[in-house]
C-alpha cells in the first residue's frame, strides 16, 4: 500500500484526489490531510475515509473536532501543515492554494518524500530551492497540473537532449472571445465561469487573465530543466491536447484527454504504472481541435511572467504573491478585473530585484507583496 498524503484536500484538486484514493482503495490509503476552513466538507470526507491526522487552519476547529473524532490526531495552523508534511507518508501532494505551499513543501522532501505536485505557486516562486532540495533528498516531483502532467507523459522513454520545445495549451479562460476594451465592464460572476474546467476560484480567475499560463511556463522550466525561450504557449479552447513536446527531428509528440483532473492526480499516485479509469475520450463527439497562436498583448499578464522569469531573482516571489494579492481582491469585490493585472504590473516595476535570494528573501517578499503592507 502507498501512503499518500494530502495538502488542501477540501478544495478542487483535494475533492478530486479523495475519489482517486477510494477508487483504488487495494493500492492507496490516505495518511493524513490538511483543510482549510471548510470543516462542512471535512465531515464528508471523513465519511469515508479515516486518516490518522488531520490539520485545521483554526485552533477553534481542531477543539471542537477532536471531541468528534477521537481516533484522529488534530492539529492547527501553520505548524499544522509542517505535522502533515513530516508524517510517515510516502507522497504528499501539495493542493493548497497559493504560496502558502512552499514551507510543507521543503518540508516533505526533507523527509524523503515524493511530491504530487498541484501547488505551482510554490514553483513558481522558489523553483530552484525546491527543485536542488528533491535532487539532494533524491525525491521525486511529479507534475498533478495537467499540461505540466501531459509533457511528462509524453517525454517518458525520450532523451532530454532531443527536446526542442515545450507546447503548452490554453483554453483562454472565461474572456476567450472577448477583445481587451470589452474587459473593462466584466464582472466576477463572468470570471468565475470557466468555458472547460471546474477548478478553484483563484486558479479560475488565474485562467481568465491568463497568469495561470504564465506561471505554468514558469512551473514548466524548473520541473523540466529548460529556458522558457524553449516554452512556448498555444491557444487551444477545447483542451483536449493537454500539451506536447517538440523534438528536434520535429517530431511533435501530444497527450489528450477529457477535461479532468482525477487523470493527472491518479497517474501522479501511481507513476510509472498507469490505472485503469473511467471517462473516456470519446471520439464519436469530437469532431475537431482548433489552435490559434498566442497573442501577448491581448493576454498581458503571460508576457508580465515571461518577463518575471527573465530578470529572475526574486521578480517571480513578487510577481506571484502581487497577482496572489490581486486576485484576492477582485474576489472579494473589492477591484476591477484589469486592476489585477495594474496592480501586479505596477508592484513588479517598484520591486528593486535581488538575485540568488535564499528561501527567507523569497518568503519576506511573499509576504510583503501579499498584503497592502508595501
Ligand atoms: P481550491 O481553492 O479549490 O482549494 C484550496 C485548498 O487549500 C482548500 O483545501 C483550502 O481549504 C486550502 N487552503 C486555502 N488557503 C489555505 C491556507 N491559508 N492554509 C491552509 N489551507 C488553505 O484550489 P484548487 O484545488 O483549485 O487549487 C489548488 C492548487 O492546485 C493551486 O495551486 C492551483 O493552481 C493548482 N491547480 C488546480 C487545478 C484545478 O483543477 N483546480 C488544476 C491545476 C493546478 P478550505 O477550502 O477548507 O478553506
Ligand atoms: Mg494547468
Redesign the pocket.
Known amino acids: 500500500m502507498k501512503k499518500i498524503s494530502i495538502l488542501?484536500?477540501?478544495?478542487?484538486?483535494?475533492t478530486q484526489a479523495i475519489e482517486v484514493l477510494k477508487n483504488n482503495r487495494d493500492r492507496f490509503e490516505l495518511e493524513s490531510m490538511?483543510?482549510?476552513?471548510?470543516t462542512t466538507?471535512l465531515h464528508e470526507i471523513l465519511a469515508s475515509v479515516t486518516p490518522k491526522m488531520v490539520s485545521v487552519?483554526d485552533d477553534g476547529d481542531r477543539k471542537s473536532l477532536e471531541a468528534r473524532y477521537p481516533t484522529i490526531t488534530f492539529v492547527s495552523g501553520e505548524d499544522g501543515?509542517q505535522a502533515v508534511a513530516a508524517d510517515d507518508s510516502d507522497m504528499l501532494l501539495t493542493?493548497?492554494?497559493?504560496s502558502?505551499?512552499l514551507p510543507p513543501t521543503l518540508t516533505a522532501i526533507e523527509n524523503g518524500k515524493d511530491i504530487a505536485l498541484?501547488?505551482?505557486?510554490t514553483l513558481v516562486a522558489a523553483g530552484e530551492i525546491v527543485m536542488d532540495k528533491a535532487r539532494e533528498h533524491d525525491v521525486q516531483i511529479i507534475p498533478?497540473?495537467?499540461e505540466h502532467s501531459a509533457i511528462f507523459q509524453c517525454m517518458r522513454g525520450e532523451s532530454p537532449s532531443e527536446i526542442k520545445r515545450l507546447i503548452i495549451t490554453a483554453s483562454g479562460g472565461s474572456f476567450r472571445d472577448l477583445s481587451r476594451d470589452e474587459l473593462h465592464d466584466v464582472t466576477l460572476a463572468d470570471a468565475l465561469n470557466h468555458p472547460n474546467?471546474a477548478?478553484?476560484?483563484?486558479?479560475t480567475i488565474?485562467s481568465a487573465t491568463m497568469m495561470?499560463k504564465g506561471l505554468e511556463v514558469i512551473e514548466a522550466k524548473w520541473l523540466f530543466d529548460l529556458e522558457v525561450d524553449r516554452i512556448s504557449t498555444l491557444l487551444h479552447r477545447e483542451s483536449t491536447i493537454h500539451s506536447m513536446v517538440e523534438f528536434v527531428d520535429n517530431s511533435i509528440i501530444a497527450q489528450l484527454g477529457n477535461s479532468d483532473?482525477k487523470g493527472p492526480i491518479q497517474f501522479a499516485f501511481s507513476h510509472p504504472e498507469r490505472l485503469a479509469m473511467d471517462n473516456p475520450l470519446d471520439f464519436d463527439t469530437l469532431t475537431q481541435l482548433n489552435f490559434k497562436p498566442m497573442d501577448f498583448e491581448r493576454f498581458r499578464m503571460l508576457k508580465l511572467a515571461y518577463e518575471a522569469v527573465e530578470i529572475g531573482g526574486t521578480m517571480p516571489a513578487v510577481m506571484n504573491a502581487s497577482n496572489e494579492y490581486a486576485v484576492d481582491r477582485f474576489l472579494k469585490g473589492e477591484i476591477s478585473f484589469l486592476d489585477i493585472e495594474k496592480i501586479v504590473e505596477l508592484r513588479m516595476n517598484g520591486h528593486e530585484v535581488i538575485d540568488e535570494p535564499d528561501l527567507e528573501t523569497i518568503l519576506y517578499y511573499d509576504e510583503i507583496f501579499k498584503s497592502d503592507m508595501r
Not at 199 to 203: E, L, N, Q, V
Open positions: 488542501g484536500a477540501t478544495g478542487s484538486i483535494g490538511s483543510i482549510g476552513r471548510n466538507r487552519m501543515l493542493a493548497v492554494m497559493g502558502i505551499g498541484a501547488n505551482k505557486e498533478v497540473d495537467s474546467w477548478m478553484g476560484r483563484k486558479i488565474d495561470n483532473m
